[in-house]
């Protein structure tokens, strides 16, 4: 748990991020959970994937920008990006995350650059997922998407929930009547106890309880974990309640369980994987290494090698 805490709390140092993003002896480590720097590394990574049976959902890596000139970019990053997903007729959508278009400077700001990028992907026919952060941009993040959602469809815009949160069960229950899609995840970020269950078991009991309101709710969910007793639960229940397999996604991270994600791709569930790529590696990179921080050795074991 301390080491856990400790690598979350270097996740958030803004300093370390823009050195880690110049210090070139640092990609060698990434490569584990980071696709590449560039959009057409994560191309060739996803053609890889759609061989295999498997979507993507595709990142650009930046969070917590210092300006609206950086938020800008972002925009125009994601707008790349569709463009190249048309382009090479690769089986992708987004994720975004609005602190990387400006959610700590404005929420207006946000907004309006998370509206264009919507905006675009549904003009193609893609699928545009907000991605929850800490829980201090929860509501915010919420408030948005329901803005988004008011003016876009169902298919257009979807948004995450964490099971670690006491008010996701409520969140969810209220944003399905939208509907809305969710994909449900455990939750990446350090909370205090009087926002999230300290506990692992009342995390993944929420988890179980969230994701059977999600798949008994007849909209297209994703359910985000590589916890095979998650895994086993949301196949037992759907079996039980008669929910087909093309009624809902696994999802899971590039990099980690790539065995489950074959296996379950074979098995005919619908896998998406999500594939980061980018400069602004480091505090995704950090939440990973805290959610097991054996990866820790992986990495440097890695480092060595090379
Ligand atoms: C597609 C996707 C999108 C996500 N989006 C968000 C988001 O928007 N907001 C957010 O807060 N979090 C997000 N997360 C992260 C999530 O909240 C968890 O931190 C992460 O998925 C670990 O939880 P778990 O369900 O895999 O279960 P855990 O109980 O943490 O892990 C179960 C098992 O999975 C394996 N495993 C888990 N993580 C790793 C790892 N990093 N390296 C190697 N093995 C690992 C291990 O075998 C572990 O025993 C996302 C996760 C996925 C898969």
């Known amino acids: 748990m301390l080491t856990r805490n400790a690598l979350i709390y270097l996740s958030r140092q803004e300093g370390l991020k823009d050195f880690a ?11 584990r959970f980071v696709a590449g720097e560039t959009i057409d590394e994560a191309v060739n990574y996803i053609r890889e994937l759609n061989a295999e049976g498997c979507s993507a959902s595709f990142d650009h890596l930046n969070e917590s920008v210092a300006n609206p000139t950086e938020a800008e970019g972002e925009v125009k990053e994601y707008r790349e990006i569709l463009r190249r997903i048309d382009e ?18 404005d929420p207006e700001l946000a907004y309006r650059n998370a509206r264009a990028v919507v ?10 997922r907000v991605d929850m952060e800490a829980s201090n941009v929860t509501q915010k993040t919420i408030d948005i998407f329901k803005r988004l ?13 964490q099971s670690y949160l006491r008010r996701t069960y409520a969140d ?26 300290p506990n692992k078991k009342d995390v993944d009991e929420n988890y179980v ?6 798949l008994s709710s007849g909209t297209y969910h994703g359910i985000a974990t590589h916890d095979p007793r998650m895994i086993e639960a949301t196949i037992a229940f759907a079996q039980k309640q008669g929910i087909g397999k ?8 590039y990099g980690v369980r790539r065995d489950l994600q074959r296996q379950l791709s074979k098995d005919g569930y619908n896998m998406r994987v999500y594939v980061p790529y980018g ?19 992986f990495v440097l074991k890695n480092m060595l090698k090379g």
Not at 22 to 30: E, G, I, P
Not at 88 to 105: P, V
Not at 179 to 184: D, G, L, Q, S
Request: hydrophobic fraction near 45%.
């Open 21 to 31: 993003a110049r210090f070139r002896l640092f990609k060698r480590l990434t490569v």
């Open 119 to 128: 905006e675009d992907a549904a003009r193609r026919g893609n699928f545009v």
């Open 149 to 161: 959602r008011a003016e876009f469809e169902l298919n257009d815009v979807g948004i995450v929930l």
């Open 88 to 105: 090479t007729g690769i089986n992708s959508n987004i994720s975004i995350k609005l602190t990387q278009f400006g959610l700590e400077l």
């Open 209 to 214: 309880r969230v994701m059977q309101l999600l």
């Open 172 to 197: 969810a229950q209220e944003l399905i009547k939208l509907p809305a899609r969710i994909r449900i995840c455990k939750g990446a970020y350090n909370e205090p106890p009087e926002v999230a269950f």
């Open 246 to 253: 093309e009624a809902f996604e696994f999802q899971m991270l």
């Open 279 to 297: 400069k602004h590696w480091y505090p995704y990179f950090m939440r990973r290494l805290a959610e097991r921080p054996a990866n820790i050795w």
